[in-house]
């Protein structure tokens, strides 16, 4: 039988995508400015993120995969904006390590930004709603993707066959049966 919806998960969906779309018009704020310093600054929350993340990603990622990522947002840097930028760089990604910012936090922050922008900036209502249907969509979307690939994995032909164990040495298992 399938699961019944309630009203938390129907307030839990509403939120995430409110959530979601507040970041997506933070980020399009940011995109859109015509000023260089926001989008720097997004650079700057981009380099602490890759510094949180790298760091405190659990054993999924061995350290030599960490290293080089961390190492290639420092030799990107550096190319682009010189030493002064690579050092400002390793600040960023040593923060970012040391407080441990994950996506969560730039996607809160990004919502509170966006939101901000457009109530103190004279913005519609209707940009606040057509955003949070944008990211209702994506949760929604996101979250129709997981079942799909959860039922997919269950099919017949993805699951791997499992076949008995057999002992290579046969004569081996029955002498210490006898034994014991």
């Excluded at 307030?11 to 997506?24: D, E, I, P, Q, V």
């Excluded at 904006?81 to 600040?91: D, E, F, I, R, S």
């Excluded at 990211?135 to 799909?148: I, M, S």
Aim: proline share 4%.
């Amino acid at each position: 039988m399938p699961p019944r919806a309630s009203f938390g998960k129907g307030l839990s969906l509403a939120a995430r995508g409110a959530k979601t779309g507040g970041a997506c018009l933070g980020l399009a704020v940011l995109v859109l400015s015509g000023d260089p310093a926001p989008i720097l600054g997004l650079l700057a929350v981009v380099a602490l993120v890759i510094g949180g993340v790298a760091w405190t990603a659990g054993g999924r990622h061995a350290t030599w995969v960490r290293i080089p990522l961390l190492v290639s947002a420092l030799i990107a840097a550096r190319i682009v904006g010189g030493p002064a930028a690579a050092a400002l760089g390793a600040v960023l990604l040593a923060l970012g390590a040391l407080f441990r910012i994950g996506s969560g936090e730039v996607l809160l922050g990004l919502t509170i930004f966006g939101g901000i922008v457009v109530l103190l900036g004279g913005g519609r209502g209707w940009l606040l709603l057509a955003f949070w249907v944008l990211g209702f969509a994506l949760v929604a979307l996101r979250t129709a993707a997981a079942v799909a690939w959860r039922r997919l994995r269950r099919l017949p032909i993805v699951k791997s066959e499992k076949t008995r164990t057999v002992l290579l040495d046969p004569e081996t298992s029955r002498s210490t049966r006898a034994l014991s």
